[in-house]
Each structure stands twice: as C-alpha cells, then as structure tokens.
C-alpha cells in the first residue's frame, strides 16, 4: 500500500503503528516474544528490524495466510461483471 503511494507523508513511527495494529493476535504475541516487550517501545529501526527477522524466519507463512477454496461458479454483479 505504501508502495503504491510513495508520497504518503508517514513517518516510520506511524506506519510501524498502522503495520502493528492491523496485525493478527497470534502475530502480535509472535513479536511481542520477539520484542521481550512491547513493539511499540521500540525505536522504528529496532522494531523494522526484529519484524524483517520474523518475516524471514517464514515462520508465519501457512498458519495466518491458509488458503480458500471455493468451488462452483462465482455470480457477480453488473459493476463488479464490468470491472473484472
């Protein structure tokens, strides 16, 4: 999201606050092990770098993130029909 609009404005503090509060609560109990603490009393180079740790140890990948499958055929309206 941030990617898409590079001229966003936030700081690292406020998009580590946006990040962490829309994170799961098994993830957030995985930082928070990870923090010893509070993420949030981190400064937000320790806090980018202790979430870069987690995200490469994979460790998250298959338990938030399952997948769905849904069978059968998908009716959309007409706006959603138009911009698909």
């Keep these: 999201m941030l990617r898409r609009c590079p001229h966003h404005s936030f700081d690292d503090a ?7 509060s ?14 010893r603490g ?9 806090a980018i770098a202790i979430i870069d ?3 490469a140890s994979d460790y998250q990948s298959h ?3 399952g997948s769905i499958q849904r069978k059968g ?8 029909a138009i911009l698909a």
Excluded: C
């Design 53 to 55: 740790s987690v995200a």
């Design 63 to 65: 338990h938030d993130r």
């Design 22 to 35: 829309g994170l799961k609560p098994w993830t957030k109990m995985i930082l928070y092990v990870s923090t």
């Design 14 to 20: 406020a998009q580590l606050h946006i990040f962490y």
């Design 73 to 80: 055929i998908m009716k959309l309206d007409n706006h959603n």
């Design 38 to 46: 509070t993420m949030m009393s981190k400064s937000p180079e320790e």
